[in-house]
């Protein structure tokens, strides 16, 4: 994990300083206007620079190498000027859509300039960017422009023109990820083959150029098959499915026709589609974010949870697969990779976008570094920051426009409404000054204890039931017992919890009654937000240990007195779990031990609860403190006949 707290230490991190000119130095490239406050500049109408200025201009950009020597220009005093910030690059970003508002928002925290270009005047970023270009990044002259005023150029859409691009960087212009990148991102047949040569699991494809073709395709490969625009294919666009031959031909239209470019992929019968962002630094470090569970909506991202509710072994070969394929790739940057789980447990590489990416936004919210904080970083040459989630869960949920015009505004903002009422919501919202249906217009991020929590929480803001979804808080520890007779010893672990403040639940569980029950709530547990179970154990005590081997959270025993043998046969068959299946126990019909255990396991993640659990100490050791001393005052035997 990455030590936020050495950011400014230039020695750890293994890269120099950007330079700044002198104080005295005008540059060449910014009037003081811009140097002042961010402005708009409707046509690059300034004269290209000369060589010595352009080369002046590359000084400016982070080194990310330890290898890299830049000689500072003097200032004043003989002094080489010093970055007084985390970096004096400009970022340039192509396209100033969310994405680019976001790393506006993102950068602002950083003292870091973003500049957008982007043709309309009212983009998402023209308010919150440093400097907004309006321009087409599609343009090679506006392009060209746009980077002389640039330390680093990246791109928050892949749509560009990367023939200039490719042109900037033959010139020495910083862009980042590379333009080999974006040539191969751009058209996703490229994408297909570029992975398939990187041995990346994909589904099959093919090329096809005519019905012919396109009907070879179907016989080797049956039917649905998926029918896809090598390029300009984003957010549904590009794609049609044909369910029989019969369909080709319609298909084929809707796409624009085989002049458009296009190819099928075997139909990939996925279970769950999965995606991983990944950051890769200039010095080629890679850090990858949790995996996440991505449900579309009409082809278009609608609903991101994080983490996904996937085993360990797939996430682990979901990660492993989005970082060999970002690694694959030239230029530092975030990445999303995009992925199908199918039904026997293979994980196939859909698509990857050189940008950060919907399913990426929670990580504002959920995570240490978000993904435009990182992609940020990365540019510029900074370390890369803590990629890994700070709670639990999370869920986002895209703000799609259901109708046109300001009917659509007033669902959108009904449910924002809603959103505001909920613990742990966050809405953005793009500033789109034209509704559409289906557009993207912001996204709401819950985050919370559980992924059943959030879940609970979203499904209250969608379908108005605010007051429900807050009429209780989500337990966090769950008191289990066989029989109603154990309650008596039980409620002492519930006295505790009261006394902390910890939600809780109390519940009969049989074992050898109502073993389904058993096990669905051990099960289900973790999801609904329990994070500690205790549960009473009469006579052969067999709940503690069945219901631990059903769930990985931690599990106490409380061995209960029964009417033979005094309790001593629970504790022993506690005590006698097999390896693998390990459950903790305190002393007979110690209920309140349990109460406090519990209570201490929840405390190594929360602050509050510690200090209450620390002020319980202190209480209870003036209580002994007090009762000593009145003992040393009065004497044992009025002590006992007061």
């Known amino acids: ?174 862009c980042q990820p590379k333009a080999s990148t974006i040539r191969i991102i751009q058209d996703k047949y490229l994408q297909k083959i570029h992975f398939s040569r990187h041995d990346i699991p994909l589904p099959e494809f093919m090329q096809i150029d005519d019905l012919e073709g396109a009907k070879r395709a179907g016989n080797l490969f049956d039917y649905p098959l998926m029918i896809k625009s090598k390029r300009l294919a984003y957010d549904g666009r590009g794609n049609a499915v044909a369910k029989s031959e019969h369909d080709l031909s319609s298909a084929v239209t809707a796409l624009g026709g085989f002049d458009r470019g296009l190819y099928v992929e075997k139909w990939a019968p996925f279970v769950k589609e999965l995606a991983v962002i990944v950051a890769r630094g200039r010095d080629n470090s890679i ?44 230029g530092a940057g975030v990445f999303a990779v995009e992925l199908f789980l199918t039904e026997d447990d293979q994980i196939l590489l859909n698509e990857v976008a050189p940008r950060p990416h919907n399913s990426g936004h ?71 000054p034209d509704m559409r249906k289906q557009r993207k217009m912001g996204h709401i991020t819950i985050v919370g204890p559980s992924m059943g929590n959030v879940e609970k ?39 505790v919890l009261i006394m902390f403040e910890v939600p809780h639940e109390v519940r009969i569980v049989s074992a050898h009654r109502t073993p389904d029950w058993m096990h669905s709530y051990a099960l289900s547990a973790q999801e609904r937000g329990i994070q500690v179970i205790i549960a009473g154990a009469g006579g052969a005590a067999h709940l503690p240990g069945m219901v ?28 006698q779990m097999p390896r693998g299946v390990p459950v903790a126990t305190v002393a007979i019909n110690n209920a309140t031990n349990a109460g406090l255990l519990a209570a201490r396991m929840l405390a190594v993640c929360d602050a509050d609860l510690l200090a209450r659990i620390s002020q319980y100490q202190e209480d209870t050791k003036s209580e002994v403190l007090a009762k000593d001393e009145k003992l040393q005052k009065v004497g044992w035997e009025s002590y006992l006949n007061p």
């Open 548 to 575: 631990a081997a059903s769930t990985p959270l931690p599990v106490i025993g409380v061995p209960v007195r029964a009417s033979t043998l005094d309790g001593v046969d629970s504790v022993l068959s506690i005590l």
């Open 1 to 174: 994990m990455l030590q936020q707290s050495s950011l400014f230490a230039t020695a750890d991190f293994g890269f120099r300083p950007c330079l700044v000119l002198p104080n005295n130095t005008k540059n060449p490239f910014f009037s003081s206007s811009m140097d002042l406050k961010p402005t708009h500049t409707k046509l690059p109408t300034f004269t290209p620079a000369s060589s010595s200025s352009r080369s002046l201009n590359q000084a400016l950009a982070c080194r990310a190498s330890r290898d890299s020597h830049v000689t500072p220009p003097p200032s004043g005093d003989g002094l080489a000027a010093v970055v007084h910030g985390l970096s004096e690059t400009i970022v340039g970003v192509l396209g100033g859509g969310q994405l680019g508002r976001m790393l506006c928002q993102a950068a602002s925290q950083m003292a870091i300039k973003v500049m957008v270009l982007d043709p309309q005047e009212n983009c998402p970023a023209s308010r919150l960017a440093y400097h907004h270009m309006v321009g087409s990044f599609d343009d090679s002259a506006t392009v060209q422009e746009f980077a002389k005023r640039c330390g680093v150029l990246t791109v928050e859409i892949e749509h560009v023109d990367v023939e200039t691009l490719e042109k900037l960087e033959q010139q020495g212009v910083d």
């Open 457 to 495: 929480a979203l499904d209250s803001m969608l379908n108005d039931k605010i007051s429900d979804s807050q009429s209780a808080a989500t337990p966090r520890v769950g008191i289990i017992m066989g029989s109603d007779s154990d309650l008596p010893v039980m409620k002492d672990a519930a006295k």
């Open 287 to 330: 850090v990858c974010y949790p995996v996440v569970e991505t449900i579309h909506k009409e082809n278009i991202c609608h609903i991101v949870k994080a983490p996904a509710n996937v085993p360990w072994k797939i996430r682990k070969l979901a990660t492993d697969i989005a970082s060999r394929a970002v690694s694959s790739l030239e």
């Open 362 to 432: 929670h990580t504002i919210e959920s995570c240490y570094t978000s993904q435009y904080e990182q992609h940020l970083r990365a540019v510029v040459g900074l370390p890369l920051g803590d990629p890994s989630m700070k709670t639990p869960a999370a869920i986002m949920y895209n703000l799609l426009g259901e109708d046109e015009g300001e009917a659509g505004f007033h669902l959108a903002h009904q449910v924002i409404g809603r959103a505001l009422s909920i613990p742990g919501a966050t809405v953005h919202w793009y500033d789109k």
